[in-house]
């Protein structure tokens, strides 16, 4: 089955503890990208990579890292957390020359304390 | 930069009736494509329907389809017999033709949430 996934689901931390998010897919999908989701706000690109080692900043970056070392996972990563932070956050990819949307992942809701 | 506006945050329709969500963006470019996204309770991401802006015949998904205007920007899809399962929040999102840098980012609105009334 084709899918995107993402762990953990649920997480709650404290401000300051480094965390990772990881993400996987099975689709061998060149492009994946990392959303924010907030209340008022729709989601919000944080970064995307459009093959391994190539990775760029989208519209919301300061705060994150992330890596693309393998095709199928893109890990987002959080070294400092603060609470400016808490909120949902989805992994997403496609083929590279993809006409249609992305797949994405379950999502994951941080919370920072 | 491209940006996506949804100005109903919550809409409410009867079992059964129809309701058509709003979305409206403004870009400067001539191809692109939208696109409407469920998301129900469950948090998935569902894709709903595609528009391809060089198409002037409106996309149409079972009971779900679209208008399309392109030079008025506006891009609002229309629930047709309105079911309890189509409960969720929707989103519209817009996406650069391919070959433009960053063309597969996706640019969301802010969120319609539409409850369906038994």
């Known amino acids: 089955e084709a899918q995107v996934t993402q762990n953990p689901r649920y997480l709650i931390t404290v401000t300051g503890k480094k965390l990772t998010v990881t993400c996987s897919q099975n689709?061998?999908?060149?492009?994946m990208s990392w959303y924010r989701q907030d209340p008022g706000l729709g989601l919000r690109q944080i970064y995307y990579s459009m093959n391994v080692e190539v990775t760029d900043k989208g519209d919301v970056p300061e705060g994150y890292k992330v890596s693309r070392k393998e095709k199928r996972n893109f890990p987002l990563i959080l070294e400092s957390p603060s609470p400016n932070q808490t909120s949902l956050y989805f992994c997403a990819s496609s083929a590279r020359m993809s006409l249609g949307g992305q797949y994405f992942g379950p999502g994951t809701r941080l919370t920072v304390t | 930069a491209q940006t996506v506006t949804q100005s109903q945050p919550e809409m409410s329709v009867q079992e059964a009736e129809t309701v058509t969500l709003s979305c409206t963006y403004d870009?400067?470019?001539?191809?692109?494509?939208l696109f409407w996204y469920k998301q129900p309770p469950s948090r998935q991401m569902i894709l709903v329907i595609r528009?391809?802006?060089?198409?002037?015949q409106n996309a149409t998904e079972n009971r779900f389809s679209v208008n399309f205007q392109k030079a008025a920007k506006s891009f609002s899809l229309k629930i047709s017999d309105s079911q309890l399962g189509d409960a969720a929040m929707y989103f519209c999102?817009?996406?650069?033709?391919?070959?433009?840098?960053?063309?597969?980012?996706?640019?969301f609105g802010q969120g319609t949430r539409l409850t369906i009334n038994p």
């Open positions: 689709m061998n999908h060149e492009y």
């Open positions: 999102a817009y996406r650069s033709s391919p070959g433009i840098q960053g063309a597969q980012k996706l640019v």
């Open positions: 870009t400067s470019e001539s191809d692109y494509y």
């Open positions: 528009q391809e802006a060089y198409k002037q």
